[in-house]
């Protein structure tokens, strides 16, 4: 955990920048600067990376229970 790089889907060449420190989650994009943080939301930045981590936990888990 810490941060991640995460570029944009409409512009590739900008690249938004997604942090968690504890249970906070930040990201660079305009869409977290301005809706996201004024209502307590994430976007989908932040969503994208939460979905790989756990996509990446549940593997790493599956992998370990096979071995025993």
Do not use: M
């Not at 995460?6 to 305009?30: I, K």
């Not at 930045?45 to 096979?66: F, M, N």
């Amino acid at each position: 955990r810490g941060r991640l790089s995460v570029y944009s889907v409409h512009n590739p060449s900008h690249l938004y920048l997604v942090r968690q420190e504890g249970e906070r989650w930040t990201c660079t994009c305009p869409d977290f600067a301005g809706r996201c943080q004024r209502f307590g939301l994430r976007c989908k930045h932040i969503e994208a990376v939460r979905v790989v981590d756990a996509e990446q936990h549940s593997y790493t888990d599956a992998k370990v229970q096979q071995r025993y």
